[in-house]
């Protein structure tokens, strides 16, 4: 699944290379630079988790509708994990994604004031946090798919 492959490896480059450089670099002028690669990453999201999401579901329905095995248990336990973590992006981290983006390019325009600052500080605490969730979602989901044909061997 190249979609699924696609869709997790621009979370963990978010959750692992991203959000702990803004978190250290955000002030010092890196801000604007990781907000582009951050953007980016979020349309490749944007693009891959619904086409995974679609495949995982019709490969689901087609193969493993009634599969009671162990198996099936850890794959539908993998799909439940991405699911939330697509419902979490679009519910808190796209959301803050672009609330971030416009108060960014505000702040450039006028000095920021002390209530815009703590605004900018909660807010990417949301993203951040939204995005490492994602990426340990995401990570159950990837042992998930790549286990679930031997759970049945090994359990
Ligand atoms: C990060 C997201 C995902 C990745 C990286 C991923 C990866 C994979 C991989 C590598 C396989 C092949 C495993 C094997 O043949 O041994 C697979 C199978 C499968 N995936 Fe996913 N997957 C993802 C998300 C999903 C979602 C969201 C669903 C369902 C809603 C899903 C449903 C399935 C099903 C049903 C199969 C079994 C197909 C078969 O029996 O041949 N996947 N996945």
Redesign the pocket.
């Known amino acids: 699944?190249v979609s699924?492959?696609a869709?997790?490896g621009a979370a963990f480059v978010l959750a692992i290379v991203v959000v702990p450089l803004l978190a250290r670099h955000g002030g010092d002028g890196a801000g604007r630079w990781l907000g582009l690669v951050a953007r980016r990453a979020g349309v490749l999201v944007a693009v891959s988790a619904p086409l995974?999401?679609l495949s995982?579901?019709y490969?689901?329905s087609a193969?493993?509708a009634h599969d009671d095995s162990a198996g099936g248990s850890v794959?539908k336990a993998?799909?439940a994990a991405?699911?939330l973590a697509a419902a979490l992006g679009v519910l808190v981290s796209r959301p803050a994604g672009r609330k971030l983006q416009q108060l960014g390019q505000a702040a450039q325009a006028a000095a920021a004031t002390s209530d815009s600052a703590r605004q900018l500080a909660a807010l990417r605490m949301r993203a951040a946090v939204s995005a490492r969730v994602a990426a340990a979602l995401?990570g159950v989901?990837?042992l998930a798919?790549?286990t679930?044909?031997y759970a049945s061997a090994l359990i």
Do not use: D, K, P, S
Request: aromatic residues 12%; proline residues 0%; without cysteine.
């Open positions: 699944m699924g492959v869709w997790a995974t999401i995982g579901i490969l689901f193969l493993h794959l993998g799909a991405a699911l995401l989901t990837v798919m790549g679930f044909r």
